[in-house]
Every structure is written in structure tokens, then in C-alpha cells.
């Protein structure tokens, strides 16, 4: 400890970060937040961004100013590349940052299943800068077929693959399904874009396989309304330029598609895998880090990982889903324990509250497993909407986002679909 203060780094300014700093955070510990980005990102809204419905600033929020206002808080700007846990250091390149606990909650990314080659083809969209990417590619489909004379190349401009079908996919595929059929209806004069295609592929039996049955059916009946193809049963074997190559039941196929998006999973920010291999531990299948019942590793107790890069097995159920609750009440544990322990007791096990998943497919249409009820449509909807709202760190980016909402729930518009420049296209 330097001038009698306990020194906490959290490395990481997501939920579980940045949840585990709030409520840490006191004149006698001094607390050091390290993020590769200034920003914390809400993620469950980032395919809002890849489609043009919020801008990148609704769902960020400086980490500096979200902590401005605590005492003992410092935000460091950097990559970790490292970690010495017998020193107790974080290192950053040539740098290096002391602890006496450590908090690491760095997120994951995507997961192209040994395929790393795809990634240029098909984006993910785990961070800003990918939904960026997508929303430029999507629009710059539909500009390029306005003036396309080639009828096969206008209907490979016109269809779009996205690959996974969690909630992730689903909200994309959904969104993409609106802006074709509603938001761009009028804005073209040589292309009907609600005949685009939207193809949502996924290798399982059903989309949505977390939820209830009969939600995920409810689930795949508004994305057909939205002009979307379900198909499951499907592996994608190859991603190439333009295409997507298939095994189905049926055998074989190739799918031409100008913008293909990547939703079929995730994987552990290589940070877990750096701090498992000083600990002498191994990462999951996925990328994660084995903890204990507080969230700590075995044999640091002055360690822990929280959040998505955490593999929590002391539940019954197996590994916690990768949600935003999770890491916050994570966030949450951490807090209580670093303070109890300073206080001169012990640990004590993380426990956590299941309340529910939703996704949304699209306008009005939305499903919420609450565990006490289920809910699909309009009533879901609100539900989402009002507990996502309610999630955003800002109370300034609160009030923007709904304002939005409600303009383009009556415009069918989608006011953040800007092309910058006419640079190199995909």
C-alpha cells in the first residue's frame, strides 16, 4: 500500500467494471481504472448503431466523467499486455501499474470458431468501431444497387447474412428487416428495397435457444413479417468475398451476399487468457477464466474476474449466461467483499439473481422471459424499452434515446444512417 491507501486496478470500463468502481470507491482506497477505449459502451444497444437508429454517442459514456465524481478514482488510458501476479503488476507495454487487488473485466470478442480469416468478411459487433462498419456496409448495399444494371449483382447487393441466431442476431436481422421494408421505402427510385433479402442462419434446431419455446417461435413468426428468412440446421463452412458457403440438410450451397454479419458467438478477451496463464490455470473452450464461489482466482484471492470473461461454475445450472446483470451484480459482489475484508472479514460467495432475458425483433415486437411471466409483442416491447433505458449510465443519453425512440416508433425513421465519404468500397 503507497500512503496508507489499499490499491484496487480494475481493468476493464464495462458493466461489471464499471459497477465494481462505483460502489468501491472511497477516500481510503485508491482505485485505478485501465480501459483500451475512454468510454464505457452499452452494449445490448450497439446493433441500434450497426442499423442507423441511435448514434454512437447515445450508448457511450466518457469514463472520465462517469467517475469524475468519485473520490480516489483515476482513469488510465492503455493496453494491458500483461501480467505479473507475484509482483502484483499490470503491465502496459514498457509501463507497469501495482495492485493490491485486481479486478479484471475486460469483456470478450468475437468468436469465429477458429476461423479468424473471416473476420474481414463478416463483422462482428462487439465494439463501436464494428457497428460503424456494418451500418456503412448496409447502407452502401443499398446505394450500390440503385445504380446497378447487373440483375444478379443488384440481388447479391440486396441480400444480407447474418450468422447466429442468439438475441444478437435476431435484433440485427430485425432491424435490417425495418429499415429495408419501412425506413428506406421511399428514399430509392430505381430499386424496391423491401425486396431485399435478410437471411438469418443458424447451425442449432431454433432461434433464441435460451428462451421458452413458444417465445422463440413467437420470436421467428415477427421476423418472417419482417420479410426475414429463418434457416437453421445451418453450418456456415466458408466465408469468402460476397459469399457464404452452407452445409444444410440438404447438402451444400452458396449464399451471394454483399454484407454478411457475424452474431454466432463470443469468446474471452485474450486478457483472460494472459492472467490464467501467469496463475498456472487454463481458460475454458471459450475463452473464459475459471473462478471460485466470490468471483476470485484459485490461489490469488486477491484476484478476481468478473463478467463475460468469467466461467462462475459454483452454480448448479453450469457457467452464467454472458448478460449485463451478471457482471453488474459481479460488480456489485467485488465492492462488498474488497470492503469487508478491509474491514477485517472475510469472503463470502456470489450469488446470483435471475431476472430474466428479452430480445426485441423489431417495432412493437419484442420477448421477455421474466421467470414469473412471458411476455411477446407490444407489452414486451415497453418492457425492454423502459429496462434498457433505464441501464444507460448517462441521465442526459437516457432522455436523447428515448426522444429518439419515440421519433422513429412514429416516423419509421432511423435518423443515424449517414455515409461519411465516398471511400474505398467493401
Same mark, same amino acid.
Given at each position: 500500500?503507497?500512503?496508507?491507501? !489499499?490499491?484496487?486496478?480494475?481493468?476493464?470500463?464495462?458493466?461489471?467494471?464499471?459497477?465494481?468502481?462505483? !460502489?468501491?470507491?472511497?477516500?481510503?482506497?485508491?482505485?485505478?481504472?485501465?480501459?483500451?477505449?475512454?468510454? !464505457?459502451?452499452?452494449? *445490448?444497444?450497439?446493433?441500434?448503431?450497426?442499423?442507423?437508429?441511435?448514434?454512437?454517442?447515445?450508448?457511450?459514456?466518457?469514463?472520465?466523467?462517469?467517475?469524475?465524481?468519485?473520490?480516489?478514482?483515476?482513469?488510465?488510458?492503455?493496453?494491458?499486455?500483461?501480467?505479473?501476479?507475484?509482483?502484483?503488476?499490470?503491465?502496459?507495454?514498457?509501463?507497469?501499474?501495482?495492485?493490491?487487488?485486481?479486478?479484471?473485466?475486460?469483456?470478450?470478442?468475437?468468436?469465429?470458431?477458429?476461423?479468424?480469416?473471416?473476420?474481414?468478411?463478416?463483422?462482428?459487433?462487439?465494439?463501436?468501431?464494428?457497428?460503424?462498419?456494418?451500418?456503412?456496409?448496409?447502407?452502401?448495399?443499398?446505394?450500390?444497387?440503385?445504380?446497378?444494371?447487373?440483375?444478379?449483382?443488384?440481388?447479391?447487393?440486396?441480400?444480407?447474412?447474418?450468422?447466429?441466431?442468439?438475441?444478437?442476431?435476431?435484433?440485427?436481422?430485425?432491424?435490417?428487416?425495418?429499415?429495408?421494408?419501412?425506413?428506406?421505402?421511399?428514399?430509392?427510385?430505381?430499386?424496391?428495397?423491401?425486396?431485399?433479402?435478410?437471411?438469418?442462419?443458424?447451425?442449432?434446431?431454433?432461434?433464441?435457444?435460451?428462451?421458452?419455446?413458444?417465445?422463440?417461435?413467437?420470436?421467428?413468426?415477427?421476423?418472417?413479417?419482417?420479410?426475414?428468412?429463418?434457416?437453421?440446421?445451418?453450418?456456415?463452412?466458408?466465408?469468402?468475398?460476397?459469399?457464404?458457403?452452407?452445409?444444410?440438410?440438404?447438402?451444400?450451397?452458396?449464399?451471394?451476399?454483399?454484407?454478411?454479419?457475424?452474431?454466432?458467438?463470443?469468446?474471452?478477451?485474450?486478457?483472460?487468457?494472459?492472467?490464467?496463464?501467469?496463475?498456472?490455470?487454463?481458460?475454458?473452450?471459450?475463452?473464459?477464466?475459471?473462478?471460485?464461489?466470490?468471483?476470485?482466482?484459485?490461489?490469488?484471492?486477491?484476484?478476481?474476474?468478473?463478467?463475460?470473461?468469467?466461467?462462475?461454475?459454483?452454480? *448448479?445450472?453450469?457457467?452464467?449466461?454472458?448478460?449485463?446483470?451478471?457482471?453488474?451484480?459481479?460488480?456489485?459482489?467485488?465492492?462488498?467483499?474488497?470492503?469487508?475484508?478491509?474491514?477485517?472479514?472475510?469472503?463470502?460467495?456470489?450469488?446470483?439473481?435471475?431476472?430474466?432475458?428479452?430480445?426485441?425483433?423489431?417495432?412493437?415486437?419484442?420477448?421477455?422471459?421474466?421467470?414469473?411471466?412471458?411476455?411477446?409483442?407490444?407489452?414486451?416491447?415497453?418492457?425492454?424499452?423502459?429496462? !434498457?433505458?433505464?441501464?444507460?449510465?448517462?441521465?442526459?443519453?437516457?432522455?436523447?434515446?428515448?426522444?429518439?425512440?419515440?421519433?422513429?416508433?412514429?416516423?419509421?425513421?432511423?435518423?443515424?444512417?449517414?455515409?461519411?465519404?465516398?471511400?474505398?468500397?467493401?
Amino acid at each position: 500500500m503507497a500512503n496508507g491507501k !489499499h490499491k484496487v486496478v480494475v481493468v476493464g470500463g464495462g458493466f461489471g467494471g464499471l459497477h465494481a468502481v462505483k !460502489h468501491l470507491a472511497c477516500g481510503a482506497i485508491d482505485i485505478t481504472v485501465i480501459d483500451r477505449s475512454s468510454h !464505457h459502451l452499452f452494449q *445490448p444497444l450497439l446493433y441500434q448503431v450497426a442499423t442507423g437508429g441511435l448514434s454512437s454517442a447515445n450508448i457511450t459514456a466518457p469514463l472520465r466523467a462517469v467517475f469524475s465524481g468519485l473520490a480516489g478514482v483515476k482513469v488510465r488510458r492503455g493496453l494491458v499486455t500483461g501480467f505479473d501476479v507475484e509482483k502484483r503488476l499490470v503491465l502496459l507495454g514498457h509501463d507497469a501499474v501495482p495492485y493490491d487487488t485486481l479486478v479484471l473485466a475486460a469483456g470478450t470478442e468475437s468468436n469465429y470458431f477458429g476461423h479468424d480469416e473471416w473476420k474481414n468478411e463478416a463483422v462482428g459487433l462487439k465494439t463501436i468501431e464494428e457497428a460503424d462498419e456494418i451500418r456503412r456496409r448496409i447502407l452502401l448495399a443499398f446505394e450500390r444497387a440503385e445504380w446497378e444494371p447487373d440483375e444478379a449483382r443488384r440481388r447479391m447487393l440486396l441480400t444480407f447474412v447474418v450468422v447466429g441466431g442468439g438475441p444478437t442476431g435476431v435484433e440485427v436481422a430485425g432491424a435490417i428487416g425495418e429499415i429495408s421494408r419501412a425506413t428506406l421505402r421511399r428514399d430509392f427510385r430505381n430499386i424496391d428495397t423491401a425486396l431485399a433479402r435478410i437471411i438469418l442462419l443458424d447451425a442449432g434446431k431454433r432461434v433464441l435457444p435460451a428462451f421458452p419455446e413458444s417465445l422463440a417461435a413467437k420470436a421467428s413468426a415477427g421476423l418472417a413479417r419482417l420479410g426475414v428468412t429463418v434457416r437453421t440446421g445451418c453450418v456456415v463452412k466458408g466465408i469468402e468475398p460476397n459469399r457464404v458457403v452452407v452445409a444444410a440438410r440438404d447438402g451444400e450451397e452458396v449464399i451471394e451476399a454483399s454484407t454478411i454479419i457475424w452474431a454466432a458467438g463470443m469468446r474471452g478477451s485474450s486478457l483472460g487468457k494472459a492472467l490464467a496463464s501467469a496463475a498456472g490455470l487454463a481458460v475454458d473452450s471459450q475463452g473464459r477464466v475459471p473462478v471460485q464461489g466470490d468471483c476470485t482466482v484459485a490461489g490469488h484471492p486477491e484476484i478476481f474476474v468478473i463478467g463475460d470473461l468469467a466461467r462462475f461454475g459454483a452454480d *448448479p445450472g453450469g457457467p452464467l449466461p454472458a448478460l449485463a446483470p451478471v457482471a453488474i451484480q459481479q460488480g456489485h459482489h467485488v465492492a462488498r467483499v474488497v470492503r469487508r475484508r478491509l474491514a477485517g472479514r472475510g469472503s463470502h460467495p456470489f450469488r446470483y439473481r435471475d431476472g430474466g432475458i428479452m430480445a426485441t425483433v423489431g417495432r412493437s415486437m419484442a420477448v421477455v422471459d421474466l421467470r414469473f411471466v412471458r411476455l411477446a409483442g407490444l407489452v414486451a416491447w415497453l418492457a425492454w424499452l423502459f429496462i !434498457h433505458i433505464m441501464y444507460l449510465v448517462e441521465f442526459e443519453a437516457r432522455i436523447l434515446v428515448l426522444v429518439q425512440w419515440v421519433w422513429n416508433y412514429f416516423t419509421r425513421n432511423r435518423s443515424a444512417r449517414l455515409l461519411s465519404s465516398c471511400g474505398p468500397e467493401h
